[in-house]
């Protein structure tokens, strides 16, 4: 192999990387946002206050997650400033606003799934051990670190059916092999089944959730 081939293939390997924290990051704070903010105002003993004015809970639980998302843009700009500065990682600043937007799209799934640890808090005033499970399967059969081929015939559809797997081969194809958002069609609709599924499944339940809380006295106890 020469040695410009050799050098090719280490930048695809740490842009593959890259793409991969950038996901595991946005993946992160869609989930334990919302779960973070009731903890903490469960604790604080003002969670009860704020379902008293006339402000949505999901005002109140998106709003919060501003911040958050914030601070997640920053810092994976940062990750593509120090891969573009120090390892040559081969992506252009037209090919930023792609990167974010299958990034943040990737990522929406993760936030039904922090609807369920939230709602999960509410009901059982226990920390939060969806995030960790889900969070902890996502990487591990992401293929982010090591190729999925080596995995069993059965992990592998897990794999497939996950959306940082999903979201990291959209942008892989898009941003390295300069496909456009028609030739990762079907990739964008996995993703989108798995938002329709998990978003509304996320909001009846910490409306559920709510609603039993309410009726137990117990909103203000974590």
Do not use: C, W
Not at 101 to 108: A, E
Not at 155 to 164: A, M, R
């Amino acid at each position: 192999i020469s040695e410009g081939g050799l050098n090719a293939s280490r930048h695809i390997e740490f842009f593959n990387i890259l793409i991969g924290v950038a996901l595991i990051d946005f993946m992160f704070s869609s989930m334990s946002v919302f779960s973070r903010e009731i903890r903490v105002a469960q604790t604080h003993g003002t969670f009860e206050a704020l379902m008293l004015t006339n402000t949505s809970i999901f005002t109140i639980l998106f709003s919060s997650y501003a911040l958050t998302f914030t601070r997640s843009i920053l810092r994976i700009s940062i990750y593509i400033l120090i891969g573009k500065i120090f390892f040559g990682v081969g992506i252009s600043f037209l090919d930023i606003p792609i990167f974010f937007t299958l990034l943040i799209y990737s990522s929406l799934p993760f936030i039904g799934i922090g609807l369920f640890a939230a709602s999960f808090i509410i009901l059982f005033k226990v920390g939060n051990i969806i995030n960790f499970a889900i969070g902890f399967m996502s990487i591990f059969f992401s293929g982010i670190f090591f190729s999925i081929d080596s995995l069993p015939v059965h992990f592998e559809v897990i794999s497939n059916g996950l959306p940082l797997t999903i979201g990291l081969e959209a942008i892989q194809k898009t941003l390295l092999s300069g496909l456009g958002f028609n030739q990762i069609l079907s990739e964008l609709i996995r993703i989108f089944y798995l938002i329709i599924i998990f978003l509304p499944s996320g909001i009846f339940l910490v409306y559920y959730s709510l609603r039993v809380a309410k009726k137990n006295g117990s909103l203000n106890h974590y």
